[in-house]
């Protein structure tokens, strides 16, 4: 007797458990069962007991029976929250303050479970120190012997993005010299790019930002230029491995020579490409084009092209290359300058 009811009671346990879990099934008959996660109108993702998370096509459910309460978030701009039931393509919400909200799945543009739903509130309004997530990379390379030569290379990235703005940070310098006695120039390399740029969503593509960028070249002689400017943008690919902005604005533009000085209003014209690769590397591509508003076929190029590949949660290998092209340096000064760099990265989240 004591055996029926300890088996008994395993059964109860067993058969609540199934009956406390969220249910999803699919078209094709399958039914999956576990936590509802979240959704994005596009993919349902499912936490399961026994297997992986589990990532579902939106239009592959044919219905959803859930036995915690989720926020789903309607094309209406309305917010529902309470347990739900779908029949016949329909979303049954039993909310505690007004009863069932009924509306058609064709709807619903997001689903959050409670958890999600505080990381995505947390979102919305972080702190300024928080959200932030970027990189530093350094690279280093000594010679001794035939040649004398040191060469240092070193990059900082930071990037705060919510669902509203982003915010963008970084610096860069490379530095080499030739050590070999009587050598000319003794500095082979000496320059330090680094800006910021703010970007605030003005729609669900389209953004607008302002920025500036400093540089310094000490082989162009060049003591500083200074670039102050902003825009709007266009988000033409926007999604989770791949994006791809354009940007159009104007800038004011003042550059520090040793010989001279000029100060011009300059049009920015650029575009930014990002595409994860495999699980571990993101490979990025910027070019813009600066136009002399004043001089017509005067303007300033920049090329960028990276990748970093993680060999762990922070720690990568990066490789960079950057062209920038003036077409009316300094009497005796070349109009490229090209960089390449290579070395280890070593990431960060806040």
């Known amino acids: 007797m004591r055996t029926l009811r300890l088996l008994a009671v395993l059964f109860i346990l067993m058969f609540s458990r199934v009956l406390l ?12 069962t576990g936590a509802i996660v979240k959704s994005d109108g596009k993919t349902l993702l499912i936490k399961t007991e026994f297997t992986d ?18 926020h789903i978030d ?15 393509g329909n979303f049954a919400v039993s909310t505690p303050a007004n ?14 479970s409670d958890a999600e739903e505080a990381t995505y ?15 530093a990379n350094v690279g280093f390379a000594l010679t001794r012997g035939n040649s004398q ?38 500095t082979t390399a000496n320059s330090i790019q680094s800006g910021i740029r703010y970007d605030h969503n003005l729609a669900a593509r389209l953004f607008a930002f302002v920025g500036a960028d400093f540089q310094t070249d000490a ?8 670039v102050l400017g902003g825009g709007l943008g266009l988000h033409v690919i926007k999604e989770s491995r791949t994006t791809l902005d354009l940007l159009g604005g104007a800038n004011y533009t003042r550059e520090n020579y040793t010989t001279f000085n000029r100060n011009f209003a300059a049009a920015t014209i650029g575009e930014e490409f990002t595409r994860k690769l495999g699980a571990s590397t993101l490979v990025t591509q910027k070019l813009y084009f600066y136009p002399d508003l004043s001089q017509t076929g005067e303007y300033r190029g920049v090329f960028n092209f990276g990748t970093v590949t993680k060999i762990s949660k922070w720690f990568g290998w ?23 760099t290579t070395g280890l990265n070593f990431s960060f989240a806040h």
């Open 74 to 88: 309607l094309n209406n701009g309305q917010t529902v929250v309470g347990q739900v039931t779908t029949s016949d």
């Open 121 to 135: 509130q947390k979102s919305l309004h972080p702190r300024l120190m928080q959200g932030w997530a970027g990189g």
């Open 149 to 186: 030569t040191k060469n240092l290379a070193l990059a900082f990235t930071a990037d705060r993005k919510t669902q509203s703005d982003h915010l963008g940070l970084y610096l860069s310098s490379v530095y080499a010299t030739n050590d070999a006695p009587g050598a000319i120039p003794a």
């Open 53 to 70: 998370d589990i990532t579902v096509q939106w239009p592959a459910i044919q219905e959803i029976h859930s036995t915690q309460p989720l």
């Open 318 to 340: 990066q490789n960079a290359f950057g062209d920038i092209y003036v077409t009316n340096p300094p009497a005796g000064k070349k109009q490229n300058d090209i960089i390449l």
């Open 99 to 112: 009863g069932t909200v009924t509306a058609p799945k064709t709807a619903v543009v997001a689903m959050r």
């Open 21 to 32: 879990a969220d249910q999803v099934v699919l078209k094709n008959g399958d039914r999956l």
């Open 219 to 226: 082989l162009q002689d060049l003591n500083l230029r200074s």
